[in-house]
């Protein structure tokens, strides 16, 4: 029950962002200089929502703990890299269909909305690739290690908002993704960690 709460929650928020927040937010990252303190964080804090950073570390550790017979941890690793594969695949799925025009393009050209059907980077902003990336990495070392599972997911929320400050995306693109971030993660964790 709480997961249909979750997702017509998060529904909502994205439909009315889409309507009433995004342009507005947008609007205001764009005009702060890029070369202040806040920017430059979120600018270098960006970099780790590419799947890079987790799927070549975790397969890694996934070949070694299966060469040394650890079991645990080579699932472990397997269930990051699954993850992350199926996250950054499937976002795919959903972008190109929608084919939402970026913030910068409504802020250049005045081009807001979708396209529908679009490959065309420019075009994809719906939902945040790096956002699905860092969120559902961040829960997934979440379930993994629960003690430390606020660490991962305010790392996770810091990479998720740089993408709204850079002018990448909007907020409506990254509080979905976020959604569908948790969600991969934790059907995943529950098929394969248990």
Known sequence: MRYYILSIITLITTILLYLYGDREIALYFYSIPSDTTLKKFFHFMTRFGKSEWYLVPSFLLYLYF??????????????????????GIGVWFIKVPFGRARPKLYILDNIYGFQWFEFNHKLTSFPSGHTITAISSAFALGFLFPKYRYIFLIFGMIIAFSRVVGVNHYMSDIIFASFLGYFVALIIYKRFCR
Request: charged share 25%; glycine share 0%.
């Open 66 to 87: 299966r060469k040394i017979e650890n079991i645990k941890y080579a699932k472990m690793s397997l269930y990051i890299f699954i993850t992350n594969v199926v996250a």
